[in-house]
């Protein structure tokens, strides 16, 4: 079956029309990609999305698979089961950009990312957090040294979710089989991939989990003292039990200065020099709650990224946060909670 128009472009299609209606928007309007074809097992999501969107329906990604002008598959289903599509996706030599995070246990993280590297082929994991202009910002200036030496860092995310939202679109979101954690593994899990990102290696977490609020098997509360390979130290929370919700932030501190963001947004930029005020005014009116074009700067990222994926496809080059990348966060997570189980400092294995 061919339904693409220009053979050079990018097939592109989407499993899971929950957050996956966000990609097929960005398929839409993104550079060298056709919307080929809409799977999710809710038959009538699927039949509304293919007919609003003009693209072809299905309800099991194995006959999704068939096709031969899809080469591009979006896994937008609940976390628990990504590696199980993304291993018939690769089987099927197709490329993948799956949602975070990309599983939730290792084993299955690394099956996918064999899968689709021992082919040849290119894996994404979304993390689009990455591309806020403040945080790109933040990243800048951490890798040009210009905070010194690190000395500490905290990921902090203190939103508030109410019991309906675990309990809406079949409950998997708080069960360990399908979200594979609570407020840490779902919603943390973006702040904490930008603390690893911009600080470098986890070497060891101590962490508490618990159900505060809501009635769900995860916790919905998690916090975490972590050290660093580089010697500095962090904390992580991690809560859906913050009423009415605080917002995220993030906080890094080294011997020459400190820079801050809350909901990706510069709230503080305090680096050592003559210049020290002027550059802060000057950040927090370009990427912080000052800049005009705050909304603007949030806006787009997924799109950027999954325009990003289209182009690895295109032009056969990695995408800009592959399956690898999208390991470290769930890696960190899941320490945290074995640490909370048995009471323990955990180590993770030193990064090469
Ligand atoms: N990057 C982000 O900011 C962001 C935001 C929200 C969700 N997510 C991620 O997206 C994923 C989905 O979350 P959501 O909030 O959209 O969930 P959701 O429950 O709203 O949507 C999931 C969809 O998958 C479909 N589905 C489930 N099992 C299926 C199967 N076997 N075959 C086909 N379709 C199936 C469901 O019918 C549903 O339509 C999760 O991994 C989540 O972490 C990411």
Redesign the pocket.
Known sequence: MNKKKDPSSVGAAV??????RTHVKAILKAQGAELIAV????QA?ADKFAEEFGADAY?D?SEMLKRDDIDLVHV????G??TEMLLQIAEAGKHAIT???LDITLERIDSAIEAFASRGLHLGC?F?IRLMPAIQEMKKAVDAGRLGTPVLANAHVKWFRTQEYYEQ??G?RGTWAWDGGGSLM?QAV?TIDLLQWMMGPVQSVVGHAKVSAHQIETEDLGVALVKFASGAVGTIVGTTAAYPGFGSSLELFGSDGGIAMKENLITDWKIRGDQMAEEEADMRKRFGELSEAKAALQADT?DKQIQDMIDAVRFNRPPMITGREGRDAVEIVLAIYESSRTGKEIFLPAKK
């Open positions: 499993i899971g029309l929950g957050r996956g799977c999710d097992k809710n999501a309800t990604l937008c289903t609940p976390s089961l990504h949602e975070k995070p979304i689009q679109n079949g998997w779902n973006h997924t």
